[in-house]
C-alpha cells in the first residue's frame, strides 16, 4: 500500500464515485448534484497535477490489478499519457461548469451528469491504460457511457445519431478487440513500451503484422474519425453543446488518436512501424482527411455541423504527426492533442452560447451577433484564428512543427496540405468571424451594458479556455507549455 | 535602449487594450492613440544617425519565452524602415485626430489604428521569423478594419477582396516562413545570419516568399486590391498604406531572399520584369482613374515597380546588391514621404470647398508631385538617380538589361504625368469625389501634420542619403570612394544630369494636352479584378449548382438504401432496442455483460494460446 500505487486509481474514482453517487439523486437535488460534481471535477484536477509533480520530480506511479491469470489490468503514469490526462482533467472541470449552466432546467440531469462523470473516468482510464487490454476496456466503457449523453434529448433525430454512434464505434471498438487478442496472440501478455513491444517478434512475419497494424487503425480510426470511418461525428452533433464540447475536444475523439500514437510508438514502435510502410498509408490517409473534411465544413451552414467536420479534419493533424515518424513531427502531433482540444472545445462552448441565448443555430443567422455577446464571439474568433493556424494562438505552434516535421522527413508534399489546410480553414472561418463582427445584426438586438451577456456558468468556461488556447501558442516556449512538455516527452522517445 | 525597442511595440499595444474599456481610460487612450508612433520615431532618430558610424552591436530584445523564443531589436535596414514606418504614422495618427473629429466611431478607428500600427512596427523591429510572421499577420488583419470603416458597399468589397488576397497571401508566406526556420535550423531572419550561413532557401520557397510579400507590394496581377482599398479607407489610412504598409511587402523581400548571393538569376530576372511592368502597367491605369485616391494607388504600384526592379537586379546578381541596398533604403524613406504627403494633401484639398481655397494645398500637392516625379534637385531625382546607377552593373553584363537604365528613366515621364492628372483632378468641382459630404474644413489638426510630412519630403531623402554615405555634390569621378566604388552615385551634379532628369518631366507635360484631347478611357479601379470577379461569381453559381446535385444523389441514395433496409426488416427491431438502450439502467447492464464478454474471450483466447 503506498501512493504511486494508489493515485491512479484515486484519479479514476475521483470521477467514477461522483458518477454513481449522482444517478440515484432525485431530480431536485440540484444543489448537492452541483456540489457533488463540482468536487469531484475539483479533485481530479488536485490529484492530477499532484502526479504530474510526483512525476516530475522521478516517482513512477503504476497501477497493476490482476484481471485474468497471466493479464493485468494496468494504469501506469508516463509523459505521454499525464499530457491527456490533464487535458481530460482541467477540461472536465471546465465543462462540468458549462453544463451546470447550460442544461439548468433540463429533464433527466441525474442521468445526464452521472454518464458525464463515467465518461470522463473512462477518458482518463484511456489514457492511463499500460497495455492495450486495459486500454480496450477503458475504450469500450467510454462508447457505452458516452451513448446516453449524444440521446440525451431523446428527440427522433437524437436517437437516430444515437444510433448511428453505436454501430459505427462498436463496430470500431470490436475490430479493436479482435487486434488486442490477435496481438495477445502473438506477443503474450505485454504492457505498452516506448519503443514498441513488437520488434522481436517482427521476424518473418511482416504481412501478418501489417494486417494487424490495419486493423487496429481501422479500429481506433472510427473514433479517430479517419475519413471513411467519420460518418458518425456530424451526426453525433446533435447532443447538447457540453458532450459536443467534451466529445470533440478530448473524449471520445482523442481517444482515437490517442489510441493510434500508443499502437505506433508503444505496441510497434517507430522502426518496425516504418519498416513495415504502414507508416506512408496512415500518412496519406491521415493528408485526405484534411483536406476532405475541410472541404466538407466548408458546404455546412449549421454552426454545430461545421465545427463539426473542422474537427475531422484537425484530428488527423494528430495522426499526420505521428505517422510522420521523426521527432519534429512528433512534437507537433502530440502538442495538436493539447491546443486542438484547447480551441475546439472553446469553440463549441461559444456554439452553445449563441444557441442557448440568441437561439442562433445557423452561420447564416450570424450577422452582427458580436454585438449582442462581445465576449463569447471574441472567444470564438480567438479559436477559429488558432484553427487556421495563425499566431498567436496555439493552432499555429502545432502546424509550424508539423510542417518543419515534414520537412525533416523530406516530405515537402505534406506542407502544402498543411498550407492548402489553412486556406480552407480561412474558408470557413473567416466567413463567420466577418458575419458577427462587420455585418448589421438581421434582427435588432439591444447590447446589454447592465449585466453580462449570458450566465456567468456559461461565460466563464468559453473565457477561460480561450485564454490558455492563447497562452499556449503565445507563450509556447516558457515552461510548462504544452509545447515544452510535448518536446520533453519527443526527447525521452527518441533518445 | 532595450526599454524603447520594448516600448515602441507595447505602447500601441496598451493603448489599443486601454481602449476597450469604458470611461476615462478609455478617454485617456483616445487622446494618446495619435502619439503612439513617438517611441518609435525615437527609436529611429538617433538608429538612423548612427548608421555605419559604428559596429557596435544593434540594440536586441530577447523573449525567449514569448512564442517560440522572440527576438526584437534595430540594424541598419531596420533603423530606415522604422524611421519611415514612424513619422509617417506619427503624422498620419496626429492627421486622423482632426480629420475624425466628428466621425463617432473614432475610437474604432484608433483601435484598429493602433494594432495595424503594433504590427507595422513589429515587422521593421522583428528578429526571428515568427515574431515577424505574426507582426506581419496582425498588421495585416488589423488593416481589414481601416479599410471597412466606413462600411460603405464600395468599402466592403474592397476590404473582402483585400482581405481574401491577403489570406492567400498568408499561406504562400506560410510555406515559405516554415521552409526558411528548416533550412537555417532556427527561427533567426535570414538576412540578419552571418554571411553566407543559409541565405539560400531554395528557389521554390523564394519564389513562395516573393509573391506572399509581393501582395502587400504590390507586384502587377497582385496589385488588384491597393486601387480598390485607397479611395474607401479613410485618408490617413490611405496614407499610411500606401506609404508604411506597402514598404512592410518590400521589408519581407529585404530580410527573407538571397539578396548579394546571386543565388535566383531567373528569379531575380522575373522580379526585374515585373517591377518594370507594374512602373508602366501603374502610371498607364493611373492616368484612367477618375478619383484622386484610387490614382495615387496606381502611381504607389508604379513606383513599388522601381523598387521591386532593384530588388530583383540584386537577386539576379550580387555585385548590384551594395548600391541597390542603399538606393532601396533612399527610394523607400523618399516614397513613404511623398506619398504619405500626397494623401495627406488630397484630404485637404477635398475639403476646401471653394476653388480658390484649394489653391494654396495644390500648391504643395505641386512641390509633391514634381519631388515624385524627380525633377532636379528633390529627393526623387536623388533616389531615381542611385537606383539607376545601382542598376548598371546589371545592365553592363547581361544583354538583355542594357535598356534597363533607360526605361526606368522612361517610366519617370508616366509618373509625371499620373501628377499631371491628379492635379487636374483635384481642380475640378468636388461633384464626383468619393468623400462623404465634408463635416468641416481642413483644420490646423490636419494642415500642420502635412506640412510636417511636405518638410520630411523636402529634406528627408538627402539628410538620409549623406548618412548612408553617398556623395551629394560631388560629379561623376568623385563618386568613387571607398565602400561605394559600384557606382552608389552622384545625384546633383552638373547639367547633363540635369537633362536626363528634366527629359522625362518635359515629356509628360508635352504629352499631357494630347492625352486630354484624346478623351482618356476610364477604367474602373481595380482593373482586371473587375472581369475576374464576374467569373468568379460565375464559378462559385457553377460549383454551388454541382455540389447541390451531388448532395441530392447522395441523398438519393441514402434514402434507397434506407428503404432497402427497411424491406430487409433490419429496420424493425432497431428503434425498440434504441428505446431500451436509451434507458440508462439497461445500458448499465449492457455494460456489465459486455465485461463480462470480454473476460469469458480473454480466457478462451489464453487457452488457445
Redesign the interface.
Known sequence: MNWSFWLPLLVLASSLVTGLAI?PLPARRSNLRNTLNMCGASIKVVLVAVIAWGTVHGIDYETRLP?????DLVLAVEPVSLLFASLSAVLWFFTTIYAIGYLRDSPNLS?FF??FSLCVTAAVGVSLAGNL?TF??FY??LT??T??LV?HR?TPEA?SA??TY?VYTLVGGTLL?LAA?WL??IA?PVDFVSGGVLTHHAEGRPWELRALFLLLIAGLGVKAALVPLHGWLPRAMIAPAPVSALLHAVAVVKAGAFGIMRVIFDVFGVRLSSELGMSGALTVLAATTIILGSLMAL?QDDLKRRLAYSTVSQLSYILLGIAMLGPLGTIGGLVHLVHQGLMKITLFFAAGNLSETLEVHRVSEMDGVARRMPLTMAAFTLAALGMI????VAGF?S??YL??GA??QGA?WI??V???S??LN?GYF?PII?RAW?RAPQRSVAPVHDRLEASWLLILPTMATAFMALAA??????SLSP?TLARQIVTEMYR | MTGLVAAVLAVPLVLATLLAVPGRLRAAATALAPWAALPAVALAVPAVLSIHVSDAPQTRLDL??????STFGIDDTGSVFLLLTGLLWLLAGLYARAYLATDAARTRYFAYHLFTLAGNLGVVLAHDV?SF??SF?VMTLAAFGLI?HRGTTAA?RAS?VY?VMA??A???L??GF??T??EIGGVGLPALLPAGQGHDVGG?ASLMLLLGFGVKAGLPLLHMWLPLAHPVAPTPASAVLSGAMIKAGLLGWLRFLPLGEGAEPLLGTSMVIAGLVAAFYGAVLGVTQRQPKALLAYSSVSQMGFLTVAVGAALALPEVWPAARTAVLVFAFHHAMTKGALFLGVGIVQRQERWRQRLLPLVGMAFAGAVLTGLPFTGGALAKSLLKNALHPLAEQVSWASPLPFLVTLAAAGTGLLMLRLLALLLRRAEEEEEEPAPSRATAGMWLPWLGSLAAVAAGPVLLASLLGVPLYGFDDLAVSGGSASGEGIAIEGVAKAWELLWPALLAAAAYPVLLRGAVPELPAGDVLVPLERVTVRLAAATAAR?SRV?GALERLRTSWNAQRRRLGSGQW??SL??N??R?DS?GV??LL??AL??A???G??D??
Open positions: 444517478f484481471l485474468l491469470p497471466d493479464y442521468r452521472g454518464f487490454l480496450v476496456v469500450e466503457l457505452l457511457t451513448y446516453p440521446v431523446g436517437v444515437g444510433r453505436l478487440l487478442l495477445y496472440a503474450g458546404l493556424g495563425l499566431p498567436p505552434v502546424k509550424w510542417g518543419l520537412l525533416e515537402g506542407l502544402w498543411l498550407v492548402a489553412s486556406l480561412a473567416l466577418y462587420f501558442g503565445m507563450f509556447a516556449n516558457a509545447l | 525567449p519565452w514569448l512564442l517560440l523564443g515568427v510572421y505574426l499577420l471597412i466592403r473582402l482581405l489570406v492567400a498568408e499561406g504562400l506560410l510555406f516554415v521552409v526556420a528548416h521554390n455540389t448532395a432497431l428503434p434504441e428505446r438502450l436509451m440508462w445500458a449492457l455494460l459486455l465485461g470480454l473476460t474471450v480473454l480466457m483466447g489464453r488457445g494460446s
